[in-house]
T-cell receptor, first 113, second 114 residues
Framework: AQSVSQHNHHVILSEAASLELGCNYS??????LFWYVQYPGQHLQLLLK??????LVKGIKGFEAEFIKSKFSFNLRKPSVQWSDTAEYFC???????????FGGGTRLMVKP | ETGVTQSPTHLIKTRGQQVTLRCSSQ?????VSWYQQALGQGPQFIFQ???????GRGNFPPRFSGLQFPNYSSELNVNALELDDSALYLC?????????????FGPGTRLTVT
């Protein structure tokens, strides 16, 4: 069965610090990968997605993620975080075999001003 | 705002009862997926409907069932409620195939089973 794991449950950073959130998936076939974000009091929304091609994908608000097939990883990065990036971040993987999107457990990011 | 709405916002039920949760997808979205999000965890896929037919199912028992209607609305029904069913239930709609299309999430229904 497919699974997605996120290494950090809680991350606290100061503004301007660099961010990297880990995500690993366990599925040997073709997967499509996503990062979703949930800001306080808001709906889950898409940050970025990877289907094929350039393994470095750029999303909204300066976020990017790198797909490393050999490591089954899809880590999220941002060079300089802002207070407004405080949110919960979810990595997710989709495989056509089950038509299902599998989410990781989430990482709660707090950015101190 | 994503255009996806859910009702009710909160609900309290007793163990053994049945519950129906409702979702209104964005206009034109043929696919709706339902997720269960327990406290402190990521959303877990329950099932997906495409053009009113179930199109994929996660590891949930048959007492979780759904319906999708032609007017872009859908329902999640849960029979014989258990305490562990307490969670936030999310629906998400997409234009067509969810492997390539972004899913737009609603705000969720918080279900408490006592």
């Amino acid at each position: 069965a497919q699974s997605v794991s996120q290494h950090n449950h809680h991350v606290i950073l100061s503004e301007a610090a660099s961010l990297e959130l880990g995500c690993n998936y366990s599925y040997g076939g073709t997967v499509n990968l996503f990062w979703y974000v949930q800001y306080p009091g808001q709906h889950l929304q898409l940050l970025l997605k990877y289907f094929s091609g350039d393994p470095l994908v750029k999303g909204i608000k300066g976020f990017e993620a790198e797909f490393i097939k050999s490591k089954f990883s899809f880590n999220l990065r941002k060079p300089s975080v802002q207070w407004s990036d405080t949110a919960e971040y979810f990595c997710a993987a989709y495989n056509n075999a089950g038509n299902m999107l599998t989410f990781g457990g989430g990482t709660r990011l707090m950015v101190k001003p | 705002e994503t255009g996806v709405t859910q009702s009710p916002t909160h609900l309290i039920k007793t163990r053994g009862q049945q519950v129906t949760l409702r979702c209104s997808s964005q206009s034109g979205h043929n696919t709706v997926s339902w997720y269960q999000q327990a406290l402190g965890q990521g959303p877990q896929f329950i099932f997906q409907y495409y053009r009113e037919e179930e199109n994929g199912r996660g590891n949930f028992p048959p007492r979780f069932s759904g319906l999708q209607f032609p007017n872009y609305s859908s329902e999640l029904n849960v029979n014989a409620l258990e305490l562990d069913d307490s969670a936030l239930y999310l629906c998400a709609s997409s234009l067509a195939r969810t492997d390539t299309d972004e899913q737009y999430f609603g705000p969720g229904t918080r279900l408490t089973v006592t």
